[in-house]
């Protein structure tokens, strides 16, 4: 497996996006592998996905932790020993500090279920559906020291229907994640992402074209 993009996937939960990177792996739409898996939730659903998939689990749990920035030397130690390149933020619901984005610059991709920079945190889909939005969707962007404020990669739009419910709305963003999340780390793989800092010094993604 040389030359394979090496990634390292934190999840919290259920794990649905980490299985449509493992399908995408599997199916060869993603020239990756999935070095480790790592939660800090020893019950996650997503770690159960990765031990069927054959791929190592481990738990850090960040209660063991003084603060957010001990627990992320923690992430680091487990993701470097691995060999990880790439660092995927799928439904892991803690913060990240600069100890972890100074480990892996630019190389730590988050998914997020609306389309930034609108509903950033937590509850994103519901917040969307309350406010009444036409078009919601979903975004796969670079981390950064902000919440969900980072270079974004892609992102896809969902139109919400009449009779949608939070439930329904959640579910097909939830569908086009799965989409696209691998379609990014591919671009990754191919080496075909660069960033570039642009005037007034936010950063941005160019995508270049295979
Ligand atoms: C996804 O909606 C993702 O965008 C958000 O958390 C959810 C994780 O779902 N960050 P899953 O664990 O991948 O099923």
Request: glycine letters at 10%; aromatic letters at 4%; a neutral charge.
């Amino acid at each position: 497996m040389a030359g394979m993009l090496a990634l390292g996937v934190l999840v919290s939960g259920t794990g649905s996006n980490l299985q449509a990177i493992l399908d995408a792996v599997a199916e060869k739409r993603l020239d990756a592998r999935v070095a480790v898996v790592v939660s800090n939730v020893a019950g996650a659903g997503g770690l159960e996905r990765a031990r069927t998939a054959g791929v190592e689990t481990v738990v850090v749990d960040h209660k063991a932790y003084a603060d957010r920035r001990a627990f992320d030397a923690a992430l680091v130690e487990v993701l470097r020993a691995r060999g990880v390149e790439v660092v995927v933020l799928a439904g892991f619901m803690r913060l990240v500090t600069d100890v972890l984005l100074g480990a892996f610059p630019m190389r730590v991709v988050n998914v997020h279920p609306s389309l930034l920079p609108a509903f950033p945190g937590v509850h994103s889909q519901k917040q969307a559906f309350d406010y009444g939005v036409r078009v919601a969707g979903c975004t796969v962007h670079l981390v950064d020291g902000g919440t969900d404020t980072g270079p974004i990669l892609a992102q896809a739009a969902v139109a919400v229907e009449e009779g949608d419910d939070e439930e329904s709305l959640r579910l097909r963003i939830l569908a086009r994640e799965h989409e696209l999340l691998p379609r990014v780390l591919q671009w990754m793989a191919e080496g075909r992402v660069t960033v570039e800092a642009v005037a007034g010094g936010r950063a941005r993604v160019r995508v270049r074209a295979s």
